[in-house]
């Protein structure tokens, strides 16, 4: 089956373009054992406890990318640039308008090793960092806001959430940042994180802002839950985020709307959120 040079997506025989990557399939090949895309392994290490900060030490020729400002140090060996991605014209200005609508800056920074070296990069506020090895094709969905870095062969994308009421009423708005393989990606979330891995069919019922990450093949949806007595009433607001798997699924423990909650001047006490304040979706991410 052919398969996309850039991001590693099977396509079918007939495709004109990436679905993953939106590249031209005209250069897609067919995999044989040899052909699939493989990324140079990559050595790292995550350092702290809830003030994380992700070590790479890259090999001569390794190149990695992260968004602006998550960058703590780097060794002199390490050269950086900022600038769209993208091969061409058309695909650094599609890239910047998909960089818009996940609310980041326009520019990514590329670092490349010129011989051994290591850069460290870091979350903006308390929480931790989770890193994915992804094979080739492999896709996992992610909050707005959490990518930190990843290796210049992983693709970032946007993905719209699939349902209306999802997207309006989800804590995260109706864009989720898409990761694909291969390569090795980094995300960061606030507070400590907690996995779960879900049976075919099996559900989690999530505070909705709470997800950090989850596979492509897990179903995400919004309920109501309980009655209204409770929605009103019971600190937690109108909806959950429903779950159903197969697939793994990450949660974080603090949002970084409930920490500024509990930094707030104003604030009168409890953690309870209104019954409107859970449709923080409505006009973007919560966090």
Not at 80 to 104: H, I, P, Q, V
Not at 112 to 132: H, K, L, N, W
Not at 213 to 236: H, M, N, P, R, W
Request: charged share 20%; hydrophobic share 40%.
């Amino acid at each position: 089956m052919p398969y996309c040079t850039g991001c590693g997506t099977h396509l079918s025989e007939e495709a004109k373009f990436c679905h993953g990557c939106g590249r031209a399939a005209g250069g897609a090949v067919t995999a044989t054992a040899t052909a699939i895309p493989v990324a140079q392994p990559l050595e790292y290490e995550i350092h702290g406890d809830n003030l994380q900060v992700a070590r790479l030490r890259l090999k001569p020729g390794q190149e990695v990318f992260a968004e602006a400002g998550k960058m703590l140090y780097k060794t002199p060996t390490v050269q950086w640039e900022t600038k769209m991605s993208g091969d061409s014209l058309g695909a650094k200005l599609f890239g910047a308008l998909k960089r818009k609508l996940m609310g980041e800056s326009l520019f990514l920074t590329y670092f490349r090793a010129t011989s051994a070296g290591e850069v460290g990069f870091a979350g903006d506020y308390p929480g931790r960092i989770q890193a994915f090895t992804l094979e080739a094709g492999r896709t996992v969905m992610v909050q707005r806001d959490s990518f930190l870095c990843a290796q210049s062969s992983v693709q970032l994308n946007i993905a719209f959430v699939k349902k209306l009421g999802t997207g309006f009423l989800g804590g995260e708005g109706f864009i989720l940042q898409k990761l694909t393989g291969p390569g090795t990606a980094f995300i960061h979330a606030g507070g400590d994180q907690i996995e779960f891995n879900l049976q075919a069919g099996e559900n989690l019922q999530i505070d909705t802002g709470c997800i950090v990450a989850f596979d492509e093949s897990v179903d995400y949806d919004i309920q109501f839950v309980g009655s209204i007595k409770t929605s009103l009433f019971g600190g937690e607001g109108l909806f959950l985020a429903t779950l159903t798997g197969p697939g793994r699924v990450i949660v974080q423990s603090m949002t970084l709307e409930k920490l500024r909650r509990q930094m707030s001047p104003m604030r009168t006490g409890g953690d309870e959120r209104g019954a409107l304040e859970a449709i923080g979706g409505l006009f973007g991410s919560e966090d």
